[in-house]
């Protein structure tokens, strides 16, 4: 098995990867199958989950390439909660990049399938709708959204919708006493 760590370029950022590849990968027409793992909300690529389920393709011959979108993780450049139309852009980039150059030191790959957590798995299925041309036919969405039209605001305490309304922004926090842009992530009006 080989892990390799790199960077993607997207069109604001730079896209953290991790590929595993295992020693005999299963192959199709010459090209290693990958597939292509996406996280939730304000997550990353070292999550547990991510890394149990890398290890688990590669027992299987299959080579996968998890990544932050941007903004998470070891990725740069900045998120926002309803980003999903950017997040597609980011699968979409890591995609061609896949496609075109592959994973380094690695022969070319082909991309066989997608799994994706919460809201990577809804930027995955907005993935699939506006590039079509480049998604493979299976996709697993692990506890993806199916209306993204409505945001749950029992997430938000009565002060955050107060500021929001009358700020148009509040620090929304993940974890800890106090918010910090360590632990947080800024919810304007425009994405509610």
Not at 51 to 63: E, G, V
Not at 85 to 90: T, V
Not at 121 to 143: H, I, R
Not at 174 to 192: L, V
Request: charged share 15%; proline share 4%.
């Amino acid at each position: 098995m080989s892990q390799t760590e790199f960077f993607v370029p997207s069109r604001t950022s730079q896209l953290f990867a991790r590929a595993i590849v295992p020693n005999a990968p299963r192959t199709t027409n010459g090209r290693i199958v990958v597939f292509v793992l996406s996280h939730g909300l304000l997550d990353n690529i070292d999550a547990p989950m991510f890394r149990h389920i890398q290890q688990t393709l590669c027992t299987l011959s299959i080579a996968s390439v998890a990544f932050d979108f941007h903004g998470n993780g070891r990725s740069t450049g900045t998120t926002s909660y309803g980003n999903y139309h950017d997040e597609a852009d980011d699968i979409a980039n890591l995609v061609q990049y896949l496609h075109s150059v592959g994973i380094p030191n690695t022969k070319h790959v082909y991309v066989i399938g997608m799994l994706a957590h919460s809201k990577g798995a809804s930027s995955m299925m907005l993935f699939a709708t506006k590039y079509a041309y480049l998604c493979p036919s299976f996709l697993v969405n692990l506890s993806g959204r199916f209306w993204l039209a409505r945001e749950i605001t029992m997430r938000w305490t009565q002060e955050n919708q107060r500021q929001l309304r009358e700020t148009g922004k509040f620090l929304w926090r993940r974890y800890g006493a106090k918010p910090t842009k360590s632990n947080g992530a800024i919810i304007t009006g425009s994405e509610q």
